[in-house]
């Protein structure tokens, strides 16, 4: 079975696939002071009844990297591929520096290069909100990268006096008549109308319409507040292009 690892600033989200099949799915915080006896616990604990032969990581926490790798590698025996631009990603990569593209963002496109109408714009809620471009030539193009919400909130919190930490919630109003209803609008409905105009303006550079993908937790959340609705959601986007990637590295060499 293959082990999928999308390491974030946030948390650690792990897919188990068998052949094309996710059958597992767990979330980990990212924790770079956890010792790496402490990963290799966690993950003899969660796939203690799984054969793991393979694995990938996507990660944009290079403190994490080497103890990850380490802990993958004691625990199933196994060398894991990790995500980076040095490997076939199966899409060009046209930025103007490939080497900035997060792999997180790299995995985005793949998973949505294979498995959507192109052009699509695939939009990640992390801790970041993030846009990944394939134009209709399958290129990745680049993107937009923003503030995710709970980024948002927390420094509205750690930046002023008066103005409260709250947690990401449905906005019922536009106009907030007291101070959570007010910042909940500001972020929540205000990432929807940035997401709107966003994709308004991508897609008049491309010059056609494209299939608008969200992926991330709060996705169906935006959705609500969005005058052009997300043509598929699709939660396990990131684990299913590092599924497709690894399948494309272990291909057979033609000799």
């Given at each position: 079975?293959?082990?999928?690892?999308?390491?974030?600033?946030?948390?650690?989200?792990?897919?188990?696939?068998?052949?094309?099949?996710?059958v597992e799915e767990f979330r980990l915080a990212s924790d770079k002071d956890l010792p790496l006896e402490e990963y290799e616990v966690l993950l003899k604990s969660l796939f203690k009844q799984f054969a793991i032969d393979g694995c990938i990581i996507s990660s944009v926490v290079e403190e994490l990297n080497k103890k990850?790798?380490?802990?993958?590698?004691?625990v199933f025996k196994i060398e894991p591929l990790f995500l980076n631009t040095e490997i076939n990603t199966g899409i060009q990569i046209?930025?103007?520096?490939p080497k900035e593209a997060g792999a997180d963002r790299i995995a985005n496109a793949a998973g949505a290069y294979v498995l959507y109408k192109k052009p699509v714009i695939v939009i990640d809620?992390?801790?970041?909100?993030?846009?990944?471009?394939?134009?209709s030539n399958g290129e990745f193009i680049g993107g937009v990268i923003a503030p995710g919400l709970n980024l948002q909130l927390k420094s509205l919190n750690?930046?002023?006096?008066?103005?409260p930490r709250i947690d990401v919630a449905v906005s019922e109003k536009a106009i907030g008549d007291n101070t959570i209803d007010a910042i909940l609008s500001g972020v929540i409905r205000g990432a929807a109308c940035m997401i709107d105009g966003l994709v308004e303006q991508c897609e008049a550079?491309?010059?056609?319409?494209?299939?608008?993908?969200?992926?991330?937790?709060y996705s169906s959340l935006i959705a609500t507040y969005m005058k052009r609705p997300f043509d598929f959601i699709n939660p396990t986007l990131t684990l299913e292009g590092l599924r497709y990637l690894y399948q494309l590295n272990r291909l057979p060499v033609e000799v």
């Open positions: 079975m293959l082990l999928t690892a999308d390491i974030g600033n946030t948390s650690i989200t792990l897919g188990l696939f068998e052949d094309d099949a996710l990850f790798q380490n802990a993958v590698r004691n046209k930025l103007k520096n809620f992390g801790t970041a909100t993030s846009f990944d471009i394939v134009n750690t930046f002023t006096s008066k103005l550079e491309l010059g056609e319409k494209a299939t608008i993908v969200a992926t991330g937790g």
